[in-house]
């Protein structure tokens, strides 16, 4: 395991844990789908006024839970066919293969995901290209070149489904 | 359909979500209405499809994320819908992904604790139809989280 690194987002999932009841889950569940939704019109859904909807969400957001917004793009549309997930193991290990590793993968544009796995592999790599050509590209001259990098596992992604989790 | 500016206006709005339109108008440099207007027009062609909350897990006491990849069994012919269907079915799993390769299937699965993971895997996982085959990554820790496209 790496020790922690500087540039690594601090935890912010430290106690105070906060308890959620029916209401919270069911903004959860809400937002997860449409993050735009008004106060407003969540409160009418869920009849609550949109004072107490506001301070409910308030409250997720400051402690965390609610970590902010992704857009939902048409990945396709936007002439981006092919989702690749890579586990990769490194060559060479310590602390300054990890850091070098971190940094130079984190400034790939196409990786879109980085995260450090115990198992099987060291890193799971989320990787986004126009085609199975373009794909190649990437990996060719810019994640083979990585510095440490060893046995490399590639995954074609077909399709993707994200559950609502324990909050149903 | 995508010209330079509607590149520019989703790369900034992909950066910070959240921002007005005039920021993101400035930020783009492009006329506020013109920014309006190009924000209706991806959203009509479904290029933008809208937002989503990410919840962050840990907050909520889910400490615990694996990442489950599984190869099924391909002899039945059935294996991958009545797999996911079940999936589908344990509130743990964030995620299901279907792949072409060495994996079919990857399952990201949160737990409280260790115990818990232990508990979640034996009775709800390990249940599930048409496993030939589990491995397990246990996540250590998500250096880049951006799932920004590189427009």
């Known amino acids: 395991m790496s020790p922690p690194s500087r540039t690594r987002r601090p935890c912010r999932y430290d106690p105070p844990m906060i308890d959620l009841d029916e209401s919270d889950r069911a903004i959860l569940r809400a937002l997860q789908t449409d993050a735009t939704l008004k106060a407003s019109e969540l409160g009418r859904r869920l009849d609550l006024s949109q004072s107490a909807t506001w301070r409910r969400i308030k409250r997720l957001t400051d402690a965390g839970v609610i970590a902010g917004r992704r857009l939902d793009l048409d990945t396709d549309k936007l002439g981006f066919g092919v989702t690749v997930f890579l586990g990769v193991k490194l060559a060479t290990k310590g602390r300054v293969s990890l850091e070098d590793f971190e940094r130079a993968v984190t400034a790939i544009p196409e990786v879109q995901t980085v995260q450090h796995v115990l198992g099987l592999y060291d890193y799971r790599l989320r990787v986004i290209a126009r085609d199975l050509s373009d794909f190649e590209r990437v990996l060719r001259r810019r994640i083979m070149t990585l510095p440490g990098v060893g046995n490399v596992e590639a995954n074609v992604l077909l399709s993707e489904e994200r559950r609502p989790g324990p909050i149903g | ?151």
């Open chain 2, 1 to 151: 359909m995508l010209d330079d500016s509607d590149r520019r206006l989703l790369r900034h709005l992909q950066a910070d979500p959240e921002q007005p339109v005039a920021a993101l108008a400035a930020a783009a440099g492009i006329p506020v209405a013109t920014c309006y207007k190009r924000l209706d027009r991806l959203r009509e062609a479904g290029v933008l499809r809208g937002q989503r909350a990410v919840i962050h897990w840990p907050a909520l006491g889910f400490a615990v994320e694996v990442s489950l990849r599984i190869t099924l069994d391909k002899t039945n012919p059935r294996a991958f819908d009545e797999f996911h269907a079940a999936a589908r079915e344990v509130p743990e799993v964030t995620e299901i992904q279907t792949f072409l390769g060495r994996v079919d299937v990857r399952l990201t699965v949160i737990a409280r604790t260790m115990p818990h993971y232990q508990e979640v895997y034996r009775s709800r996982i390990l249940t599930l139809p048409h496993i030939a085959d589990i491995e397990a990554l246990m996540h250590v820790a998500t250096i880049k989280d951006a799932q920004a496209l590189p427009l």
